[in-house]
């Protein structure tokens, strides 16, 4: 048998429809596109919670935010939560990571535990169970830990304190003067790295050199290629820079309407400096087209990794899962940056292309199925063999969707959580810490978002696609919204702890199994005792 | 400053009202009475789980079972979920354990974080987080591992394959034979061991060795006097076999009410083995005098270890708690054993005294506060000047009730839950592993019990203080439901798992704290973001 091999494309920050496979009208994204006419194509995928680091620990982990608690960018993934790596382990099975993760690691609980965060095992809980072939968070200014590419870019003649901030996050003004990539309004202009050299062909050169080396090493591996892009920084190197204008920007979905009495959540989040910011015409007609090239120089990079996989013959074995970590606003509902519910932040492209011939009759279809972020570790345990563990992993593996198998019951919502603890709006509203929070009920029609401390928002997305009209207020949805939050109790009643003990144990309990570990509970003589012993 | 310690004391299955302080009008408690006439007397104090293993796990972590995830007897706590050993080695203080946990190691999670369970590491986190002085769950068949008072009573000249189970669990039957202290028909009956071997008085010298070598090593210490009784099997050595009969047997409260039309789990549990054993007069005949001996034998225990901290001069100094992990039906609403909510399953005694002067103000004084079993950690921890987390602890510390401060804003919900997935109810009802579980929210008045997949119960302890009419079903409570229903959403939908990340730290982060990072988010120009970075 052929190893088989998973190669799990993330991007960050991108939308679900910044690709021509979902639509643009605009952006040609041609080997993208290829992945989703060899595989399926979800069009209703959703995160756990549409920022960084909470959504990939719910990516790395296959659970709930609220199952693996780290909440937010920085907040340390707690020690003990059992990753994709260590499922893959025990199949034999490398979980390598090229790229980006946000992983925090828990130092406390390791010292707790007395683990050297230099051992091997250390370094692997530290990574998220991921053996960091390759490890950048790709947000390097000066005060974050320096990271290999910058030692690549120094070799390539880029020579600079901080290369990543001076050549990849820069542009050349007048008079030699830097142009720091951090301030939107030089979003048009190139980065100074050369385009060869800057991190999307960068990360994948790496990946190639990953599968290469392990070719020779012939374990099957999981290789996380995650790009740092299209996240903002907003600059791309020449030629990318320059492929699109004003006349490719798609007008942004807002109304006046949903600037009168919004959600006070809602109105905290459009207060912020990036909403304002992006809510102007003049930053979005500078930001999207350098968003947009990103975006076509990671299709461009995707191609080139394509052909390197069909030229080793690897296509045949390899599933290739193409995803993002969360949308963004791009000043869509007068909002910047990610952090609300709305289509454009909390779904995301995904997909998913299965080289089985159990695969064969879905390829090039569309899924319309209720996907979450975390369905995907279970569904490359299931590609290896592997049995996923359902009182760990919260998701649910795709093959039945990807195989076409019938009579499945598929899950009737999706769940999304966001803790905006370390936002602008808790201070805007005055919300205390562990109150800042909001849960997104998805059931394909109707949006819910129970807001803790406010009244819920809701929308119709059947009568309503753009979400332009929160109904949450409207008595007329009561009844929608009771039956959401029925649906939002269920799920966070559900066991997120219980990982000690599989349900196959449980269910093989019975008083027998208590008799013959020797207690005798609640029997009031020898002869009640011999008859319930009886076989 | 004088040592301060903590003697935690725990019986198993002690329901609240059978001691004299908490109005059993047949069994004197003295020496437990004196406690509460030293300290404060809990009327309403709460378990999280009616059943020893969940429960001594939110007792030892101070977090619901929703956050420790051992749902039930056997379920290993998850590998690095921090215990009050954790939180009191940091303030420099020993936690010991002489009797009970029900604690399982996560030997899984051990070999996945490379611990080796016989290092002292591996032991105490074996061990929940105690120093185990004397561990002894208390239930020793053959197929148990062995415990040190089997070596104890060989010594004494009790000799036998099982000591325990031959001596300590068994009566003299007819010709020489041995009477199983399992089977509830030989209650009446004394144990074989004399008492002064039988376990209770064994663990009280064994908390009294450990105090007299604690006073020579001079740290500090929460040493858990955690008794096995008066758990079953119901069966005690003499003169306490003999002391109480029918005479002091309080009636059961039960109502044929009850047995008409109850709700669905209700009478799943009323149909298990035990309850209908419980249900007959004749076995609460012969087992209630045992159980009122058992207690009765705490009780001249604790006088016994009372008067030895009173030579020791050591009762200004020890804060110490006396309380149990659950309660017992003992035929109550046709009911054995625990499981359920009722105040006889799930409410315990709860004593605390603290010798600090702050407390003379309520000392015999009685709280009608709603109080959870997970409040005594962070409590012992405020005792010994220590900031319990509450990003990590979910319990309060007692402290501002016994110190009777003014202004106290106290919870206005009790929690417990219950996960019924090893009981013969999951088999009569059908139910699946991962759905069969209730869940109780107390608000002082009105007990509603969440079934899932079941309508809830609720019960008016005003009106019903016996709880005997299950109103849930009744529309004319629906209003009372709904509001209960909502308490519970927002309990569940708390953090439970953000544990690597204190309020504080988040409550610190502002906009200057990310620019000071490096981070520049959302920023048109070079203007904009100096005028942020202006004091």
């Known amino acids: 048998m052929t190893t088989r091999n998973v190669l799990w494309i993330m991007c960050d920050q991108l939308r679900f429809d910044y690709l021509s496979c979902y639509g643009h009208p605009h952006l040609r994204t041609p080997n993208i596109d290829a992945l989703a006419a060899r595989g399926v194509r979800f069009t209703r995928a959703y995160v756990q919670s549409p920022v960084c680091g909470a959504s990939r620990m719910s990516y790395y982990t296959g659970r709930y935010m609220r199952s693996h608690g780290a909440n937010w960018n920085g907040f340390p993934l707690r020690i003990g939560e059992p990753t994709l790596g260590d499922h893959l382990a025990k199949l034999g099975v490398r979980n390598v990571l090229v790229g980006k993760t946000q992983m925090q690691p828990d130092t406390e ?44 870019l120094r070799v390539q003649g880029f020579d600079a304190a901080n290369p990543w901030q001076q050549w990849a996050n820069a542009a050349d003004g007048p008079d030699g003067k830097l142009l720091s990539g951090w301030l939107l309004e030089h979003a048009d202009k190139p980065a100074r790295v050369p385009e060869q050299h800057s991190e999307t062909p960068y990360m994948t050169r790496r990946a190639m050199q990953f599968i290469g080396e392990a070719e020779l090493d012939g374990r099957p591996w ?11 920084p907003y600059i791309v190197p020449q030629p990318y820079h320059a492929m699109y204008d004003a006349a490719h920007i798609v007008p942004p979905v807002r109304s006046q309407q949903e600037r009168r009495d919004p959600h006070p959540v809602y109105a905290a989040f459009m207060a912020a400096r990036v909403s304002r910011n992006f809510s102007r015409d003049q930053v979005r007609q500078r930001v999207i087209p350098a968003y947009m090239g990103l975006i076509k120089q990671i299709d461009d990079q ?33 909002l910047g940056e990610k952090d609300l519910f709305h289509d454009c932040s909390a779904k995301v492209p995904l997909i998913v292309v299965d080289p089985s011939p159990e695969a064969d009759p879905t390829r090039g279809t569309v899924s319309e199925a209720l996907v979450e972020a975390i ?18 992993l919260e998701g649910r593996a795709l093959q039945p969707l990807l195989h076409a198998e019938t009579g499945v019951d598929w899950r009737r919502y999706v769940f999304s959580e966001y803790d905006y603890a370390m936002m602008s709006a808790r201070r805007t509203l005055g919300t205390p810490v562990d109150a800042s929070r909001l849960f997104m009920v998805f059931d394909g029609r109707w949006k819910y978002i129970h807001a803790v ?54 269910a093989a309990y019975t008083e027998a199994s208590q008799l013959e570990s020797g207690f005798v509970i609640g029997f009031w003589d020898q002869a009640e005792l011999d008859a319930a012993r009886q076989p």
């Open 109 to 152: 609980g390791m010292r707790r535990l007395g683990i050297d965060p230099g051992s091997s095992l250390g370094v692997q809980i530290a990574e998220c169970g991921f053996e960091p072939y390759e490890r950048d968070d790709g947000l390097n200014p000066d005060q974050a830990p320096r990271v290999p590419y910058d030692d690549y």
């Open 222 to 232: 999981c290789l996380h290629l995650s790009y740092i892009k299209p996240h903002w």
């Open 302 to 334: 995707i191609g080139v990794l394509m052909r390197f996989l069909a030229e080793r013959e690897l296509l045949n074995s390899t599933m290739i899962a193409f995803t993002s970590d969360h949308g963004d606003y791009l000043g869509d509902h007068w």
């Open 375 to 392: 369905d995907l570790a279970p569904s490359f345990i299931r590609y290896f063999h592997g049995e996923p563990k359902s009182h760990v």
């Open 453 to 506: 401390g406010f009244r819920p928002m809701l929308y119709d997305l059947q009568t309503d696609p753009e979400e332009l009209h929160d109904c949450g207020a409207d008595p007329a949805c009561d009844a929608e919204c009771g039956r959401l939050k029925d649906a939002l109790l269920a799920w966070s009643l559900r066991d997120h702890n219980r990982i000690t003990m599989p349900d196959a144990r449980i």
